[in-house]
């Protein structure tokens, strides 16, 4: 089947590497631009670039597309049966969506309609779901709203982080994809009950004491790797990579409650496990605080 990939992150890496291998006709790979990047901020190509580039495959990285008559035109000239997108990052025009035979087919990160949009893997996560998934769906000129074609379920537990959500449907997203090529199955409507998952910002990791503990839990599970979770300690920023739920007296939120770390929340507490200051490398509580005092009664914030 004559393809185009259009992808950008990590996830996105085992679908191109799964289609390529199972003989599809990749005629072009659609990237996001080269980015900075690191202390030199030199330019950095996406993961898919790189994996492309490792094949042999054609790269074109266009800044956009909505506004781009050129760009839409080559694609329609690439003659498609079908274009797969998995977390591309850029809308594409109706004009694109028409153009391969069989349409164009989205791998996204979580069993539609439950968590539209860009950061769908910590959004469920963050709410307490039971489970995410990969859903495969005919795009459309909404926002993740086309019908669905398959789905499958991935559960989520108490031990579940970002990451370890993305490296379990990034796999299953590529074997859903191959899937839905070979046996094209019949489209299903989504159904109501819509909720979205907006970008996520670096900012959004700065953890508010004020919210419920289990509510923090949950975000440091869900923003690891990135935005990741952090607090202010004194004049410096302590990133906090793992903690668990505590029981102990009600205080002020963001308070420090005891010599292990046990900060009170707006509800309940939490005792934080691993951490990790500014330029220093991660370590656990234990660890951290041999090197320094944080007495009870200080206050994160």
């Not at 599809?24 to 994996?51: D, F, K, N, T």
Request: proline letters at 10%; glycine letters at 8%.
């Amino acid at each position: 089947m004559r393809i185009a990939f259009m992808g950008s992150p990590d996830f996105a890496v085992p679908a191109l590497l799964a289609l390529a291998q199972a003989g599809h006709e990749i005629a072009a790979v659609y990237a996001q631009p080269p980015r900075p990047a690191g202390r030199g901020q030199a330019l950095r190509p996406s993961p898919v670039q790189i994996a492309a580039e490792k094949l042999g495959l054609t790269v074109r990285t266009p800044a956009g597309l909505r506004k781009d008559p050129a760009a839409q035109a080559a694609f329609a000239a690439l003659d498609l049966d079908v274009a797969v997108v998995a977390a591309y990052g850029l809308i594409l025009p109706p004009a694109m969506l028409a153009a391969p035979r069989r349409g164009c087919l989205n791998i996204h990160a979580s069993l539609l309609p439950r968590w539209r949009g860009a950061a769908p893997i910590q959004a469920a996560i963050l709410a307490g779901d039971a489970e995410s998934g990969v859903t495969i769906m005919h795009l459309d000129a909404g926002l993740d709203t086309g019908p669905m074609l398959l789905r499958e379920s991935v559960p989520i537990t108490p031990a579940t982080t970002g990451a370890s959500l993305h490296d379990a449907l990034a796999p299953l997203g590529a074997r859903l994809i191959l899937k839905t090529l070979a046996e094209d199955p019949p489209e299903t409507p989504q159904p109501e009950g819509a909720t979205y998952a907006p970008r996520l910002k670096r900012e959004d990791g700065l953890i508010d004491w004020s919210r419920p503990a289990v509510g923090i839990e949950r975000q440091i599970r869900a923003f690891i790797p990135w935005p990741g979770s952090f607090s202010r300690l004194g004049a410096d920023t302590l990133k906090i990579l793992a903690a668990s739920l505590a029981e102990a007296a009600p205080a002020a939120p963001g308070t420090v409650l005891d010599d292990a770390l046990t900060i009170a929340c707006g509800e309940g507490a939490l005792r934080l496990e691993r951490v990790q200051l500014a330029g220093r490398a991660p370590m656990d509580a234990a660890a951290f605080l041999n090197g320094r005092k944080v007495p009870a009664g200080s206050r994160l914030g």
